[in-house]
């Protein structure tokens, strides 16, 4: 990437309305559920196939700056079950950034197994499909995990391939392609589900602080 010679000043009028700045991940606003996911794993005997549902809550952020790079985002925490169980199958936290100047695309997830990532991608503000990735010894743009799953289900990539829907659900495929331990082959861990909104999302608190600026004044 170019990188200015100036690189502490901040942008000037930065519009503090999150929401109307994200670009495609306009379409992720909000809190969605999904009943149809599938996942297949790696296991001792072989490949196992569950099936799941989850909860996605994306709420957007105040504009954050890396002095003149501006990103604009939302906070997530993605929960999943599984119809057999009630206990956690999975749980992830983590960012959605979108950067109006370049049309860069940035997932930071992190899991409570000991593993964090940045997927990275470019998509047109329009846009209706997206995809990031992250590859295991980028710098940039990596995958940073323990050192047991670094040895015994070593993560060499990941990739989250996005649709937007007409009907404004939206649709994923995840594949992350791992190293199991005393296989000659990677695993293709992929999994896949469609989600429908359940609730909107709030206001950024910039916008939240303009928005009842605006409604004293007026009173």
Same mark, same amino acid.
């Given at each position: %990437?170019d990188?200015p010679n =100036?690189?502490f /000043?901040e942008?000037?009028n930065? =519009?503090?309305? /999150?929401?109307a700045n994200?670009?495609?991940?306009?379409?992720?606003?909000?809190?969605w559920?999904g009943k149809?996911?599938?996942?297949?794993? +790696?296991?001792?005997?072989?490949p196992? /196939?569950r099936n799941?549902?989850e909860?996605?809550? %994306?709420q957007?952020?105040d504009?954050?700056?890396?002095?003149?790079?501006?990103?604009?985002?939302l906070?997530y925490?993605l929960? #999943?079950?599984? +119809?057999?169980?009630?206990i956690?199958?999975h749980?992830?936290?983590g960012y959605w950034?979108?950067e109006?100047?370049t049309g860069l695309i940035?997932?930071?997830?992190? #899991? +409570?197994?000991?593993q #964090?990532?940045i997927?990275?991608?470019?998509?047109?503000?329009d846009?209706?499909?997206l995809?990031v990735r992250a590859?295991r010894?980028?710098?940039?743009?990596? #995958?940073c995990?323990?050192?047991?799953?670094?040895?015994?289900?070593r993560?060499d990539?990941?990739?989250l391939?996005?649709?937007?829907?007409?009907?404004e659900?939206?649709?994923?495929?995840?594949?992350? %392609?791992?190293m199991?331990?005393?296989r =000659?082959?990677?695993?293709?861990?992929?999994d896949?589900?469609?989600?429908?909104?359940?609730?909107?999302?709030d206001?950024n608190?910039w916008?939240?602080?303009?928005?009842?600026?605006?409604?004293k004044?007026?009173?």
């Amino acid at each position: %990437m170019d990188v200015p010679n =100036d690189i502490f /000043t901040e942008p000037e009028n930065v =519009d503090p309305d /999150t929401l109307a700045n994200l670009g495609p991940l306009r379409h992720f606003a909000g809190i969605w559920e999904g009943k149809r996911g599938v996942d297949v794993n +790696p296991k001792a005997d072989g490949p196992e /196939t569950r099936n799941y549902y989850e909860r996605v809550e %994306m709420q957007p952020i105040d504009p954050q700056a890396n002095g003149p790079q501006l990103f604009y985002g939302l906070r997530y925490h993605l929960h #999943i079950n599984t +119809p057999e169980e009630d206990i956690t199958f999975h749980d992830q936290v983590g960012y959605w950034l979108y950067e109006p100047a370049t049309g860069l695309i940035l997932q930071t997830l992190a #899991i +409570p197994r000991g593993q #964090i990532a940045i997927a990275a991608g470019h998509a047109a503000p329009d846009a209706r499909k997206l995809s990031v990735r992250a590859e295991r010894g980028q710098t940039e743009y990596g #995958i940073c995990s323990t050192a047991f799953l670094e040895a015994a289900f070593r993560t060499d990539s990941y990739q989250l391939d996005v649709e937007f829907h007409a009907d404004e659900s939206w649709s994923y495929v995840s594949d992350t %392609m791992l190293m199991v331990l005393g296989r =000659d082959e990677p695993f293709r861990h992929r999994d896949h589900n469609r989600l429908v909104k359940v609730a909107e999302a709030d206001l950024n608190p910039w916008a939240k602080i303009v928005r009842d600026g605006t409604a004293k004044a007026i009173a």
